[in-house]
């Protein structure tokens, strides 16, 4: 392999692939990149068995060939490189690597030992907007459950139907829902549980304007982005039917400011029972006001009030402050409605305005 190239292209295309190669003592190939230099292209791929990601670069290749070189090392020497053409020559398991001001050498693991990145057949796939794909992800990530004692929620779950992606995360104290368009591809049925890690590193590459395709077959899922593609295990097992828990009503409903409500919240959690979370709304539909508190044996209490416009009963529910904050910034707007039954069925935040979001918090039981 024998390629000249320029730093920023280079740079660009390790920081895609750098994040998911990781230490592994049982594989230590699994640390490394491969570099692939191809008609014309360098191809750098790296993977951690679940995700694998391969960008492609802009280069002239004198001479094709492959090796694998520590990622970390790599990306940290090309960025402290001046920008500048840099010129790579592979040897062996050696990689030299030359620019106008300095020469150094590299030594690596032949590619031969490198874990093959399952291909996806790029058909009936469909595409989206880069940006709102990243947005939609954005709001429901961080609801998936970290326990994967229960794969199958530790994933985000994918339908496509009538022109429209459904995304959800649940990890059964909360669940988020997001819909958004499908600017092109199959109208078929077809659900899916992708593992959020991998979504969390699509997020990260996603572009600010453009499309992406999402391709999916029996176990593996490809997203093609610009000059990078994302491949994926998919996750085994039924996803819970969600729907059924979506409180088709709500008994008391208020309109809320997201700013000064959190605030309330934030300021109430000082005083909640620790390992607990717990803060305490109050709907009052006459005084048109919420009243949000939280009392500590050890610290004290707390209670404050904000104007709302409360419509339906009185109501009093607890919740755990955390999942209500987070779900409150991840609303995408400056107000939001908030609806609740009674102090054991699920609230409901929504922004504003419909953007085809919703966010189900379970209350904590006293």
């Given at each position: 392999?024998?390629?000249?190239?320029?730093?920023?292209?280079?740079?660009?295309?390790?920081?895609?692939?750098?994040?998911?190669?990781?230490?592994?003592?049982?594989?230590?190939?699994?640390?490394?990149?491969?570099?692939?230099?191809?008609?014309?292209?360098?191809?750098?791929?790296?993977?951690?068995?679940?995700?694998?990601?391969?960008?492609?670069?802009?280069?002239?290749?004198?001479?094709?060939?492959?090796?694998?070189?520590?990622?970390?090392?790599?990306?940290?020497?090309?960025?402290?490189?001046?920008?500048?053409?840099?010129?790579?020559?592979?040897?062996?398991?050696?990689?030299?690597?030359?620019?106008?001001?300095?020469?150094?050498?590299?030594?690596?693991?032949?590619?031969?030992?490198?874990?093959?990145?399952?291909?996806?057949?790029?058909?009936?796939?469909?595409?989206?907007?880069?940006?709102?794909?990243?947005?939609?992800?954005?709001?429901?990530?961080?609801?998936?459950?970290?326990?994967?004692?229960?794969?199958?929620?530790?994933?985000?779950?994918?339908?496509?139907?009538?022109?429209?992606?459904?995304?959800?995360?649940?990890?059964?104290?909360?669940?988020?829902?997001?819909?958004?368009?499908?600017?092109?591809?199959?109208?078929?049925?077809?659900?899916?549980?992708?593992?959020?890690?991998?979504?969390?590193?699509?997020?990260?590459?996603?572009?600010?304007?453009?499309?992406?395709?999402?391709?999916?077959?029996?176990?593996?899922?490809?997203?093609?982005?610009?000059?990078?593609?994302?491949?994926?295990?998919?996750?085994?097992?039924?996803?819970?039917?969600?729907?059924?828990?979506?409180?088709?009503?709500?008994?008391?409903?208020?309109?809320?400011?997201?700013?000064?409500?959190?605030?309330?919240?934030?300021?109430?959690?000082?005083?909640?029972?620790?390992?607990?979370?717990?803060?305490?709304?109050?709907?009052?539909?006459?005084?048109?006001?919420?009243?949000?508190?939280?009392?500590?044996?050890?610290?004290?209490?707390?209670?404050?009030?904000?104007?709302?416009?409360?419509?339906?009963?009185?109501?009093?529910?607890?919740?755990?402050?955390?999942?209500?904050?987070?779900?409150?910034?991840?609303?995408k707007s400056a107000s939001a409605s908030i609806g609740v039954s009674d102090n054991v069925s699920?609230?409901?935040?929504?922004?504003?305005?419909?953007?085809?979001?919703?966010?189900?918090?379970?209350?904590?039981?006293?």
């Amino acid at each position: 392999m024998k390629l000249s190239c320029t730093k920023e292209n280079l740079q660009s295309g390790l920081a895609v692939v750098g994040r998911v190669a990781s230490k592994n003592m049982t594989l230590p190939i699994l640390g490394n990149i491969l570099l692939r230099a191809e008609k014309g292209v360098l191809h750098l791929s790296a993977t951690n068995l679940e995700v694998g990601v391969t960008a492609r670069v802009r280069a002239k290749v004198s001479r094709d060939g492959t090796l694998t070189v520590q990622a970390r090392l790599l990306t940290e020497f090309v960025s402290l490189l001046e920008h500048e053409k840099i010129d790579l020559d592979a040897e062996g398991a050696t990689l030299h690597v030359a620019s106008a001001s300095s020469k150094t050498t590299i030594r690596g693991i032949p590619a031969d030992d490198f874990p093959i990145i399952p291909g996806v057949p790029r058909e009936d796939g469909i595409k989206l907007s880069a940006p709102a794909f990243r947005e939609a992800l954005s709001q429901v990530l961080f609801a998936a459950a970290q326990d994967v004692a229960r794969p199958e929620i530790s994933g985000i779950y994918l339908a496509v139907a009538e022109g429209q992606l459904t995304l959800a995360a649940t990890d059964s104290y909360r669940l988020a829902e997001r819909t958004m368009k499908i600017e092109d591809g199959t109208t078929a049925m077809k659900t899916t549980i992708v593992p959020a890690r991998a979504l969390n590193e699509l997020v990260r590459i996603l572009p600010d304007e453009g499309s992406v395709e999402a391709h999916f077959s029996e176990s593996q899922a490809l997203f093609l982005v610009d000059s990078a593609e994302l491949t994926t295990r998919l996750i085994e097992g039924q996803y819970p039917d969600y729907k059924q828990i979506i409180p088709r009503s709500s008994t008391s409903e208020a309109r809320v400011d997201i700013e000064p409500f959190s605030k309330l919240v934030r300021t109430a959690s000082l005083f909640c029972k620790p390992g607990i979370n717990d803060v305490t709304l109050e709907f009052l539909p006459e005084k048109k006001t919420i009243v949000c508190s939280a009392a500590n044996a050890e610290l004290g209490e707390h209670r404050g009030e904000i104007s709302a416009p409360v419509q339906g009963a009185h109501n009093t529910v607890v919740f755990n402050y955390r999942y209500l904050l987070e779900g409150l910034a991840n609303l995408k707007s400056a107000s939001a409605s908030i609806g609740v039954s009674d102090n054991v069925s699920p609230g409901v935040l929504r922004p504003e305005k419909s953007t085809g979001y919703l966010y189900i918090i379970m209350p904590i039981r006293q």
